[in-house]
């Protein structure tokens, strides 16, 4: 496999070697630069381009082509055409216009729109996103040729994830590009995001996954008592992989290396049937489309092993959930990282301008930050012991915040620490060199040598929404401060003086240590820095007059589109609360009491049993074990009929903002008040009438 890996890599992809080969010089280089400097696109062009996709997508097996796109359902969406065109003798020819490259026409209204397309306004278009490549995909509908598009309403407002990502990378690379010609790089025409996302994933078998409402119909279980053994021996966590895990991994690799994706690490991850898989860095437009292929890819594959992809937050009560960590940085088109700090980052003024940037950025829009990471299964995650906490700060180790403290106290930085030499006391083992700082699992956002680790996005979410946000901000702060160097009679005192003051005034959102204690929260207030604990709390962020100002200058959203995202945000919380309060009635009702009820007549009649052959026997075991059941069955019972009765007054509310504080303030303790009584039968009921796998069945026997 190894000798064919890089013949295999990409062979699934209209990639440069493709276009290079497939491509006249004149039109490659052409949509070369479209594709590297953003130029208008040539109808001619497309058409040229159209027509060697087609060839090649053929001559691979592909009988449709699909606009494939990311509406805001958080997944993708496509439609397959077929190649084929009728002649006037009643056969056919395979046909893919430059037009039908470029633009196609989907149904706007049943997509999620936040008020933006009414049922009866339809019309909506997908366009040609040229800087992402096209792909073929091979499943059991054949082959299809893939492409990348935007998708926007009839009346140009952006109805995807894709198109205001695509609008944040344009406005980040101008105001980059305007600092760094005050460095003198005149050379530089591109600033690009680069982002790595890491995708955490469980693993559990279908046939038993298939026993389970919760997880057909919300992703997690809602319901389940922790087996005798979860992962506090932390045995699971880099340990030896299981071999159907393994045979999953190693065709779910396949998959994405022939599409380009460059999958590169994967391992155990801490909790049971808990896994990883990440890749090599890419722009953030590419690195957005591939970790939407590895969630499809993931599903497809595991289907395939008898197994299912889990991609929720938050699939089992006790043990970690999972997320998504976005590695961030801005790279020039010169192959230069501007978070690349350098041996003496102290005398570094470049890289300490941009720090300083970044730190204002996140302190000033924290709450962009929080609600760029939020869907109502993060709610379960952020703050626990294995994720970083709602409260957003900053980690930048030892090093720089060194650096940091001598700027602000003296107003100069005169050294930087060292990591030195690594020596393990083992002669046989050599010495080497050692990083700088230490890193931090509990930050939100966190500094790792020249690259920001953004830990809080969601795991079933696409990483689309954070690096527009991510962009965007970074974009504001590089703006202020290009508007103030640019006008200064002396360059080098006033980025001086600008990195000392950005410093001083943003050092409170800098913390280095356990994002875990109680004793960071209570500090963390004391510093001012929001703690904003759950997604509905989140969503009014979007819509505040900073906000609103900031994506309006740049041209990322405008004040409807931001409306729209905060009505779909509170529209897809209420529906997912809802959906889970569903399941959890109807799996008690139909499932766990009908199963209680058999062990309470199975119970009395083996007292009656035993005292109809022992009169004077002792039944005290089976009596007591009664009366605890039949409590809890009790409990149950009620429970059950209070969350039928605050579900029921949550879809009489109309307004979804209310509606959505309603589910998460009285619709979520309820099922709380359900799942304890039904979690602590399951430790008390015969197994063989429990109606539903367990978490042991689930988590240990894959």
Same mark, same amino acid.
């Given at each position: ?15 440069? @070697? ?10 490659? +280089? ?43 359902? $958080? *997944? ?31 149904? +706007? ?37 893939? *492409? ?36 003198? =790089? ?37 319901? $389940? +008592? ?40 994967? =391992? ?36 395939? =092993? ?14 970690? $959930?999972? /997320? ?41 829009? +924290? ?68 990083? @700088? ?26 990483? /689309? ?49 356990? /994002? ?11 510093? /001012? ?109 009620? @429970? ?63």
């Amino acid at each position: 496999m190894s000798e064919k890996l890089t013949e295999l890599f990409g062979t699934d992809v209209f990639n440069e @070697a493709t276009m290079i080969e497939r491509l006249p010089k004149k039109t490659y +280089a052409a949509l070369k630069k479209t594709i590297e400097n953003g130029e208008d696109l040539d109808p001619n062009v497309a058409e040229v381009v159209a027509n060697a996709m087609k060839d090649w997508a053929i001559e691979r097996g592909a009988t449709h082509y699909t606009h494939w796109f990311q509406p805001l359902t $958080g *997944i993708t969406a496509e439609k397959h055409d077929s190649f084929i065109s009728p002649t006037p003798d009643g056969k056919i020819i395979m046909e893919f216009s430059g037009k039908e490259l470029i633009k196609g026409e989907p149904d +706007a209204s049943s997509f999620p729109s936040g008020g933006l397309r009414a049922t009866f306004e339809a019309r909506g278009y997908t366009a040609w996103d040229c800087t992402s490549p096209a792909f073929l995909r091979e499943d059991a509908a054949g082959v299809t040729l893939c *492409i990348p598009t935007a998708f926007c309403s009839y009346t140009g407002e952006a109805l995807d994830l894709k198109t205001p990502l695509l609008r944040s990378m344009e406005t980040l690379s101008t105001q980059a590009v305007r600092v760094l010609k005050l460095f003198g =790089h005149n050379e530089v025409k591109r600033v690009t995001p680069s982002v790595g996302p890491e995708q955490e994933y469980f693993l559990v078998d279908k046939a038993k996954y298939l026993k389970r409402d919760d997880l057909i119909f919300t992703g997690r279980t809602l319901f $389940g +008592a922790m087996p005798p053994k979860g992962q506090e021996l932390d045995d699971h966590y880099f340990g030896s992989i299981k071999e159907r895990v393994a045979s999953f991994m190693k065709e779910l690799n396949i998959e994405l290396w022939k599409m380009g994706v460059t999958a590169k690490t994967q =391992h155990n991850e801490v909790a049971p049937a808990q896994h990883e898989l990440a890749p090599i860095y890419a722009t953030a437009n590419i690195a957005t489309d591939h970790n939407q292929l590895v969630m499809e890819c993931m599903k497809k594959v595991a289907n395939r =092993h008898n197994l299912a992809c889990l991609l929720h937050e938050k699939p089992f009560a006790g043990v970690n $959930g999972s /997320g998504k960590h976005d590695n961030w940085s801005m790279v020039t088109d010169t192959g230069k990282n501007l978070l690349e700090p350098g041996k003496t980052p102290h005398d570094n003024v470049q890289f300490l301008l941009i720090l300083a940037v970044m730190l204002k950025a996140v302190d000033i829009h +924290a709450d962009l930050l929080r609600v760029s990471a939020a869907n109502p299964g993060n709610d379960h995650r952020l703050g626990a012991n294995e994720a970083p906490p709602a409260i957003v700060s900053v980690f930048l180790g030892a090093q720089l915040e060194d650096v940091i403290t001598q700027l602000i106290e003296t107003g100069e930085a005169k050294s930087s620490k060292d990591g030195g030499k690594m020596n393990v006391g083992v002669h046989s083992i050599p010495e080497f060199k050692k990083d @700088a700082t230490d890193r931090n699992r509990t930050s939100p956002f966190a500094f790792t040598g020249n690259k920001f680790e953004f830990r809080m996005v969601a795991s079933s979410m696409s990483i /689309g929404t954070a690096n527009t946000v991510l962009n965007t901000i970074v974009a504001d702060v590089l703006s202020e401060v290009a508007d103030e160097l640019e006008k200064a009679d002396d360059f080098n005192v006033a980025v001086h003086d600008l990195i000392k003051k950005t410093l001083t005034e943003h050092q409170r959102i800098v913390f280095n240590g356990n /994002g875990y204690a109680e004793a960071w929260v209570e500090e963390a207030e004391r510093r /001012g820095l929001p703690n904003i604990k759950s997604m509905v709390e989140a969503v009014p962020a979007l819509v505040t007059e900073k906000s609103i100002k900031m994506f309006e200058k740049h041209k990322v959203f405008s004040s409807v589109e931001l409306h729209s995202r905060a009505e779909i945000l509170y529209e897809a919380y209420a529906k997912a609360i809802n959906i889970e309060a569903k399941t959890m009635i109807s799996m008690a009702t139909v499932k766990y009491i009908p199963a209680v009820i058999s062990y309470t007549k199975k119970l009395a009649d083996s007292i009656n049993a035993v005292k109809s052959a022992v009169a004077d026997a002792d039944v005290s075991v089976q009596t007591g074990l009664l009366k605890e059941v039949s409590t809890l069955l009790a409990k149950a019972q009620s @429970a059950i009929k209070k969350l039928q009765d605050v579900t029921a007054e949550a879809a009489s509310i109309s307004e979804i903002a209310e509606q959505s504080k309603f589910f998460k303030d009285s619709v979520v303790p309820a099922m709380t008040e359900l799942r304890t009584p039904i979690d602590a039968l399951e430790i008390l009921v015969e197994k063989d009438l429990w109606p539903v796998p367990t978490y042991g069945d689930l988590l240990f026997e894959v």
